[in-house]
């Protein structure tokens, strides 16, 4: 059973940095992973996905080259570190697992088998 949790959240001001952290006492090798955000009232939306390796991954339009998403298997960790913070990144973000993947990333929500419990990002002007 995967059991994933998110770290590193908080407030911050426009143009800083954040890094989340997601967890799992397990081991992940074989998992595809991301980060959704989701705010109040909208659809739950992909922010940054990678392939089980590490070496495939994927952002969309909105945190494209201001965001970064890392895979350590042998820590049994994924990141993102955002950096140039806007307030419309303000959001809760949860990291998500899909087990048993051979290849490539994944970006709907309905692809993954494990959440975590979400942690709040507010950014402020």
């Known amino acids: 059973q995967v059991h994933l949790v998110e770290a590193g959240g908080g407030s911050v001001q426009a143009g800083d940095s954040l890094t989340l952290s997601c967890e799992d006492p397990?081991?992940?090798?074989?998992?595809?992973m991301a980060w959704f955000r989701q705010d109040p009232g909208k659809e739950r939306e992909v922010v940054a996905a990678?392939?089980?390796?590490?070496?495939?991954?994927y952002y969309s339009d909105a945190v494209k080259g201001r965001f970064t998403i890392s895979k350590d298997n042998a820590k049994n960790t994924m990141s993102i570190q955002m950096n140039d913070l806007k307030p419309e990144d303000t959001a809760v973000y949860y990291c998500?697992?899909?087990?048993?993947?051979?290849?490539?990333?994944?970006?709907?929500?309905?692809?993954?088998?494990?959440w975590g419990q979400g942690i709040q990002v507010t950014v402020s002007s």
């Open positions: 990678i392939s089980w390796k590490g070496d495939d991954s």
């Open positions: 998500a697992a899909k087990r048993g993947t051979i290849w490539g990333f994944y970006i709907r929500s309905s692809d993954y088998d494990y």
């Open positions: 397990g081991n992940l090798l074989n998992y595809a």
